[in-house]
Structures are given as structure tokens and as C-alpha cells.
């Protein structure tokens, strides 16, 4: 019974909790990091769109008088657009707090560009369960 209380088992036992202790505080380090992550790549990302955006206006504008040039660029603009509010329902979707800040811009883009997705030769380019996310219009209810 004596080995039971051995000094030996107390600091096996110790280093036993410590360890799972340490485990538990990297994991929660690891889950805060890669929110933070996911934050700063997407910021950055937006910032790069509002950026184009902001070099060429009349990507913002879907009903604009365009160019054959700025034809092709409103389409190219508005295929990044939505590869990037996918990304935003990618990382988001299990995510509240993060997916309560994107989305005010998730709803400006969809209200912007939401007719390029709704071209059938579009749709192909996105995962269904994203096209369908997005034809159920349950995220303007939301926020």
C-alpha cells in the first residue's frame, strides 16, 4: 500500500496532469490562432477586392455601359468576388462570432453581384452546397 503514496507515483502523477494540462492550453492556443488567422486572410483578401474595385469603378456597378474590355473584367472581378464569399461560408460556417463579422459584406456583395451567380454558366464554378446557401437567401434574415 506504500507504493501507492511513493514519492515517485506523486511526480509521475504530476507530470501526467501537467502534461495534459499543457495539451489542453496548445490546443486552445492553436483553435484562437487559427481564428485569427482565418480573420487576417480574409481581411486581406477583401481589402485586395475593395482595392480593384476601387482602381476600376465600374466593377461595382453590374448594370453598368461597359467596354468589351471592362466587360471581361466585371466578369473576372465578379468570379473573385464570390470565390471569396465562398471562402467567407468555408471558414464561417461553425465559426458565429467570425461569420457575425462577415456578414455585412457577404450581403453587400450578394446584393452587388448576386445575378453573376444566378447565370446557370456561373453556378458550375461553386460548390452546390454554396449556390444553394446562397439561392435560399436565408442569410439576409440573419445579422
Known sequence: MS???SPQNFWDAF???????A???????????????????????????LKIALERPHVNYPNADRTD?????????AYMVWNFLETIYDRCERDKPLWDTWLPAL????????HWLS??????????AFCEFIS???????G
Open 23 to 49: 495539451l489542453i492550453i496548445s490546443m486552445i492556443s492553436f483553435k484562437q490562432s487559427r481564428k485569427t488567422s482565418h480573420y487576417t486572410e480574409l481581411d486581406r483578401m477583401y481589402f485586395d477586392l
Open 69 to 77: 474590355a471592362q466587360k471581361l473584367e466585371y466578369e473576372i472581378y
Open 119 to 128: 447565370e446557370p454558366q456561373n453556378q458550375c464554378k461553386f460548390k452546390p
Open 107 to 114: 450581403k453587400a456583395e450578394n446584393g452587388l453581384h448576386g
Open 15 to 21: 507530470a501526467a496532469i501537467t502534461a495534459i494540462a
Open 3 to 5: 507504493d501507492v503514496f
Open 136 to 142: 435560399s437567401q436565408h442569410f439576409t434574415r440573419q
